[in-house]
């Protein structure tokens, strides 16, 4: 792509289409109500956009279908499987290449072997999974990122970047032994994607190795980490996404991989170590309850999927449309006065709800409101990250508010077109016009935990 092109064009043509469906006003308030006004329980069929997640939503090439059609269904030894072997071992030097059927699974295996009761595991922000499969081996996850980290208006180029001197204190007051590993998360992903700049990386690698404890990188959107490197830091403009995530993993024992994300499939994951003892140790679980060392709980068709997307994900011109995309639309917004976290991260806009509808307290989820306005008046699904999902019960029966009241934006991988975004924007702007007349909500059913997939609302 000639970069001296203002515009930014969608770096493939389209071989196959899906039709989305569009709904009428009275036909998306009849899904609402049925819905309970959560989007996590609408037909996916009625959304006309569908903004969720990223995860296993984007689209495949034609490559990867093609490749898909010469996987080795082999159970043992397959040559799907050594490919995707060749291709993680050239990207991250890592010596053992274990697959898995999703992130989560890879990191199940790993801290089941690795992590203690008692233990503490220090990261930039530990996802969700991430953080669940920790402490369900009763360890302790701790979110070490920088300060600037936790404030969705500061502009900062490196966000997702580590806390040095926090993580300096964490081993000297719990103790280098009581640390099984070191964790960074790439991009930060429950940190609104924000990147971590090589030289945090090189530091925190540093500050690890120098008190005997590995480093393990959860490498699920390494590839736009990379490209934010390459524009964000001085001394990689130079350079090619490959050889900055090969630098990247240089300075790792290990990664995390879940390829719904930067592996452009729809399922599959892997976990990469150098040590091993403990590559054999996982692989010994990962047979009890994933499948053989050389599946892993996955076809061969997948593992060509996923070899021949982690190629893909880091051509330049696919990098440059990506990160391009997500950053006009958070241009856009903020151009209409919509509040949103900044800067954009690398895979999606979140949207301030409490500046936007000040009206709302949290007790009413002025985030969940405004995600259902937006299905409203266009069959746009975002996702609430606020209150909804993160508030906690007190003692007296109301409820501990989330820190933030976010709605975000998640752009699935190669599927949506300017096009697509100019009218996710056109339909914020005309919510955003009439945001004085929304109102909030309140949860009239909810499960004991992750309520937030389940509860029924009813408009206040
Ligand atoms: C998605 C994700 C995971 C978990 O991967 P799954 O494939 O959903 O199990 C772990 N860490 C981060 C940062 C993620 O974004």
Redesign the pocket.
């Known amino acids: 792509m000639d970069p001296t092109f203002k515009t930014i064009i969608e770096p493939f043509r389209v071989k196959t289409v899906e039709q989305i469906k569009f709904t009428t006003p009275a036909y998306r308030e009849q899904a609402l109500r049925e819905a309970g006004y959560n989007l996590f329980l609408l037909h996916a069929e009625d959304v006309l956009i569908d903004l969720l997640t990223d995860?296993?939503t984007g689209a495949m090439s034609a490559r990867q279908w093609g490749m898909m059609m010469i996987g080795d269904e082999s159970y043992a030894g397959s040559r799907s499987f050594y490919r995707l072997e060749a291709v993680v071992k050239e990207i991250t030097g890592f010596k053992h290449v274990i697959p898995t059927h999703?992130?989560?699974?890879?990191?199940r295996i790993l801290f089941s072997t690795a992590v203690q009761a008692g233990q503490v595991v220090p990261n930039n922000t530990h996802?969700d999974?991430?953080r669940a499969n920790i402490e369900y081996t009763h360890a302790e996850a701790r979110d070490l990122v920088i300060p600037e980290g936790r404030q969705p208006g500061v502009i900062h180029p490196f966000k997702g970047n580590m806390d040095l001197d926090a993580l300096r204190q964490t081993i000297e007051e719990v103790g280098a032994e009581r640390i099984p590993m070191i964790m960074l998360?790439l991009?930060?992903?429950?940190g609104g994607g924000q990147p971590v700049s090589m030289a945090n990386i090189r530091a925190v690698s540093e500050i690890a190795h120098a008190n005997g404890i590995p480093l393990i990188i959860?490498a699920?959107?390494f590839a736009e980490n990379s490209w934010f490197i390459k524009i964000r830091e001085e001394g990689y403009a130079d350079k090619t996404p490959l050889a900055i995530a090969q630098e990247i993993f240089s300075y790792a024992d290990g990664c995390?991989m879940?390829?719904?994300?930067d592996g452009l499939a729809n399922?599959?994951?892997f976990l990469a170590l150098n040590d091993d003892d403990l590559a054999q140790q996982c692989r010994n679980l990962l047979i009890l309850t994933e499948g053989f060392p050389t599946y892993g709980g996955l076809a061969g068709y997948d593992m060509e999927a996923i070899a021949q997307g982690l190629r893909e994900v880091l051509d330049e011109d696919y990098l440059r449309y990506r990160i391009r995309s997500t950053e006009y639309l958070a241009e856009a917004l903020t151009a209409e006065g919509v509040p949103i976290v900044q800067p954009p991260g690398g895979h999606a806009v979140y949207i301030d709800a409490r500046a936007m509808l000040p009206q709302i307290p949290s007790s009413q989820y002025p985030a969940q409101a405004l995600a259902v306005e937006l299905y409203r008046e266009g069959g746009i699904r975002p996702v609430e990250i606020g209150s909804m999902m993160f508030g906690r019960p007190r003692e007296d029966g109301t409820e501990e508010p989330a820190a933030l009241e976010l709605v975000r934006l998640t752009i699935p991988r190669r599927v949506y077109t300017q096009s697509h975004i100019d009218y996710v924007i056109e339909v914020i702007a005309r919510v955003n016009a009439r945001r004085e007349d929304i109102r909030g909500y309140r949860i009239v059913w909810q499960a004991p935990f992750l309520r937030h997939f389940t509860a029924r609302l009813e408009p206040l």
């Open positions: 995860s296993g999703q992130g989560r699974a890879a990191e996802f999974t991430t998360t991009t930060n992903n429950s959860d699920c959107r995390t879940s390829a719904k994300k399922i599959g994951g």
